[in-house]
């Protein structure tokens, strides 16, 4: 089992900054696959960030960075919109000879106003 305990949310005004954190359990931190979803009031959970790939909709103003040693995932946000507004939640995907396994954060809110 993998827990996974994200921080940094909060309120800011639009334009400014915000760098999340997501913190996991376990010794094999370096092989998990981590992303970043959000999920804003009504809509679905999407997609924000991964090694390989950002929603269009954060791209140049997203990044998403690691560091292996203190098992955490990290989310900067520069540039925030209204839009981006949401609860942000962090995966980690697990391969294992039995198969892949999800584990998700708690969430943390982001607000942007305007």
């Known amino acids: 089992q993998v827990q996974l305990v994200e921080s940094g949310g909060g309120l800011v005004q639009a334009g400014g900054s915000l760098r999340l954190s997501c913190t996991a359990s376990?010794?094999?931190?370096?092989?998990?696959?981590m992303a970043w979803f959000r999920q804003a009031p009504g809509k679905e959970r999407e997609f924000v960030a991964d090694?390989?790939s950002y929603a269009d909709s954060v791209k140049g103003r997203f990044a998403i960075a690691r560091d292996n040693a203190k098992n955490t995932v990290y989310l900067q946000m520069n540039s925030l919109k209204p839009e981006d507004t949401a609860v942000y939640y962090c995966r980690a995907t697990i391969n294992m000879l039995s198969g892949s396994y999800d584990y998700w954060g708690q969430g943390t809110q982001v607000t942007v106003s305007s």
């Open positions: 376990g010794r094999a931190f370096s092989s998990y696959a």
């Open positions: 090694y390989t």
